[in-house]
C-alpha cells in the first residue's frame, strides 16, 4: 500500500505500475471533497516519492467514478471572498497538473459516472477508458458556475472549443459513444474489459507503441486555433448559447468567455482565468439559489426514498376518467413501465385518452427516444374498460373523474367495493378537501390525494395529499408509485387548493387587483416574464381556463374567506360571463390561433379592454417593481403561511413545489428563498407598504417576529 486515505488509496501493482481508487467510506459515491482533495494531494506525494512506478491507473471500487464536487459544502465556501476563491482553485490547479505531469503515463478506467470535478479529474491523465455505460460531462454551469478544476482548459484542447463549449453550456451528462467520437475517450469497452483495457493501454504507452508525452503537450499548450476560426466559434457560440440560456442565467456564457480567454495561452494562465470567472460565479445570487435548488431537490428525493422503502411498488394501477388527467396519468404510468387499467363510462372519452397516449408516444419514436416495437409493448400496458371487471387485483388507482364533489364521492365508494382491502385509493382533485371526500369510504386509512399538474407528462411535481385519515402506508405507497412515474412527490397535508394551488391564487388575486387600478394585463404579463415567469399571469390564466380558475378561485375563498373571498364582481367573473375561457375554447385575456404546428398561438386581443374597463376602479401609475412587488408578495406570504400552518413540512420542500409545480423561477429559488434574498425584514417592510390593498398583503405574527429577530427561513 502506497497510500491509503478514506477517499482514496494507491496501491502498487505487481507489473511496476501503480493505481490510484477513488472508494469514498461511508458514502455510496465518491466526491471530491475539500478533504478529498486534501488526501489527493498526499497520495500524490507519495507516488512522487515513489522512485520505481511505471504508470498510474486511476480507477473507483463505486459503482459512479466521481460525481463531482461535494455541493453540499458550496455554501459555505462561497461565502469566502472572491480572492480566497481564485486561490483555492489555484491550489487544486496545481495538484492536478502534478498529476498531469507525473513522469510515466497515466490512464483513468471511467466505469461510471464521471461528472464535474470527477470528470476534471480524468481528464489529467493521458488516457481514458471508458465502460460502455457510463458518463460524463460537465455540469457546473446548471449550478451558476463554471468548470473550475481545469475543464475550461483541458476539455477544448482535448475535443475542440465548439465540442467542449456544448458540453460546458449545456451542463450535458455525454454518453461514450458520443465522448468516443469526439476524442474525450480513447477507447470504450464493456465493463468487465475496462481495467485488462486501462492496463494494456499503459503498456503500450511504456513499450514507446503510444506517444503519451505528445498527449499531454496538447493538453498545455494554447487551442490550435487560428484567429478567424475562433472569432467564428466564440463569437456565435456566445450569441447562440445567450440567447437559449436568458438573461438570468449568465454562467453559460461566461465559461465561453474563460475559454475563449484562456485559448491563447499555456495551461498555467488560461487556468488563472478560469479561476478568476469561476469565483465571480461562485459569488453570485443566481449560483446561491442554484445550488440551494439541487440541495432541496436532494432532500425532496430523500424524503421520497424514505417512503418509498415502506411500501412494495405498484405493479399493477388503474385511473378512473379518461380526460386530459386521466389520459396522462395512463400514458405516464405505462410510460415507465407500470401497468395500468383506464376507466371510463363513455367509450368515446376511452378513445379520446388512448390517441392522446399514442400520439405521446409517437412523438417518442420520432425523436428516438423509443422504437416502434417500444411503443406498441408500453400502449399495451394501458388497458381501456367501461367496468370493473379486473380491479381485483390493482395496487393503487388514481381518480381523476371530474371536479365535482357529488360525482367524485359516489365514485370512489363504488370503487372501494371493487378493489382489494389493502388497495390503495388516490384522487386527483385540485379543489376538494381529502379529508371530506374520505367520509363516504369504509376505509378512510387507504385514501389520499395524489395530485398531478396539466400537462401530465410535462410537469414533474405531483403534490400527495394526507388526510386526516390517510396512513402513512398509503402515503408511501402513493409517494413510491408517483416515483415510479418518474415525477417528484411532495407530501403535504390537507386544506383547500393543497400547497400549490392555495399560493397560487392569492397571486391571481395580485393580479386581478392590479388589473383593477388601471395595469394594463399585457404588461403585467411582460414584466413578470422577464422577472423568470415562464408566462405571465394572464397567459397563465388563459392556460389553466378560465372557468376552472374562477371554480378553483371560489373554493380558496370559502376556504380563506378572510383573505380571499370578494363579495363584488371581478374580472374573473366578467371573463366567465363572456364565455371567455382561455385557451381551451380560443379566446380568454388573448385570442388564440393555431400556428403551423398545429399547436395555439397567442395574440393581442384589443376588446379585452373593453370587457375589463367597467371593472376599473382607479388608474395608478405602476412602475414594473410595483408590479413585481404587489403579484409576488401575496404568492410569498401565502407560502409562509402553509409553513407556519404545517401544511408542507419544511421550506426545501415548499419551494421545491412552486418551482416543480408552477414554474416559479428556478434561478430565484422559491418563494421562501425570495424572502431570505431580500431579508425578511425588508420584505416585510415592502408588504407593510402594500397593506391599504387588503388582506392577502398581511404580514403573520410569526413572519414579523423573524424579522425582529434577524431570522431567515434558510440556515
Ligand atoms: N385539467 C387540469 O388542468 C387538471 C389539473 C390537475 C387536476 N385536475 C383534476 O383532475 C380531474 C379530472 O380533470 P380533467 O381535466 O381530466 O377532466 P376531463 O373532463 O377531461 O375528464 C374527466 C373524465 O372523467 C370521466 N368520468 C366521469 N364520470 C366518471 C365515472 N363515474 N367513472 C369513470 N369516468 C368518469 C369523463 O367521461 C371524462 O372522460 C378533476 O378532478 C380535476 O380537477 C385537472
Redesign the pocket.
Known sequence: MIYQGKALKVQALSDGNAELTFDLQGESVNKLSTAAILELGEAVAAIQSQKDIKGLLLSSAKEAFIVGADITEFHGVFGETEDYLVEMNQKVHALFNSIEDLPFPTVTAINGLALGGGCEMVLTTDFRVMSEKAKIGLPETKLGIIPGWGGCVRLPRLIGADNAIEWIAGGTENKADAALKMGAVDAVVPQDKLRETALDILAEAQAGNLDWQARREVKKAPLQLNQIEAMMVFETAKGFVAGKAGPHYPAPVEAIKAIQKGATAQREKAQEVEAKTFAKMAKTDVCFNLVGLFLNDQLVKKKASAYEKQVNPTKKAAV?????????VAYQSASKGTPIMM????ED??L??LKEANKLFSKQVERKKMTAEQMGEALSRIRPTLSYGDFADVDLTV?????NPK??S??LA?LEDQVAEDAIIT??????SITSLAKNLKRPENFCGM????PVHRMPLVEVIRGEKSSETAIAATVAYAKQMGKTPIVVNDCPGFLVNRVLFPYFGGFIGLLEQGADFQKVDKVMEKFGWPMGPAYLLDV??LD?ALHANEVMAEGFPERMKRDDKTILNVMNEQGRLGQKNDTGFYRYEEDRKGKPKKVVDESTYDLIKPQIKETRELSDDDIIARMMVPLCLETVRCLEDGIVETPAEADMALIYGIGFPPFRGGALRYIDAMGVKAFVELADSLAELGPLYGVTDKLRAMADKGERFYA
Do not use: C, P, R, W
Open positions: 378512473l376518467g379518461a380526460g386530459i388527467m386521466g389520459g396522462g376507466k371510463d363510462i363513455a372519452a376511452l379520446l385518452g381518480e381523476a373523474v371530474v371536479e360525482v367524485k359516489a365514485v363504488e384522487s386527483n382533485t385540485s379543489t376538494i395530485h398531478f399538474f396539466n389553466v381556463g376552472t
